[in-house]
């Protein structure tokens, strides 16, 4: 059984920066795709950026230059790096597979909100 927990997300000031968490279990992580995820609030849950299992990234345009997404297999943990924060970033962040998972399986998410 596959589990995912996201962590890191808060409240943060338009420029700055968030480091989101995403430990995964019941998976051989080291083989997925990992994916990171969001949804605004009235808007649909949006792709944000992938990372393969040996290191290759590809982002969405509207984050690209500002987050940076890794990963670390021997903890079995994703991140994601978010600097230059816009309120448009604001939302619930989510990991999961790349493409997700064909359960409909989401974890709980994190909330980020980007305001003054």
């Known amino acids: 059984q596959v589990l995912l927990v996201e962590s890191g997300g808060g409240l943060v000031q338009p420029g700055g920066s968030l480091r989101l968490s995403c430990a995964a279990s019941g998976t051989i992580f080291s083989a997925r795709i990992m994916g990171w995820y969001r949804q605004a609030p009235g808007k649909r849950r949006e792709w944000v950026a992938y990372?393969?299992?040996?290191?290759?990234?590809v982002y969405v345009d509207s984050v690209k230059g500002r987050f940076t997404i890794s990963r670390d297999n021997a903890k079995n943990t994703a991140y994601l790096q978010m600097s230059s924060l816009k309120p448009e970033d604001t939302a619930v962040y989510y990991c999961n597979f790349f493409p997700p998972m064909p359960t409909g399986y989401w974890g709980q998410g994190t909330q980020v909100t980007v305001s003054s």
């Open positions: 990372i393969t299992g040996s290191g290759s990234t």
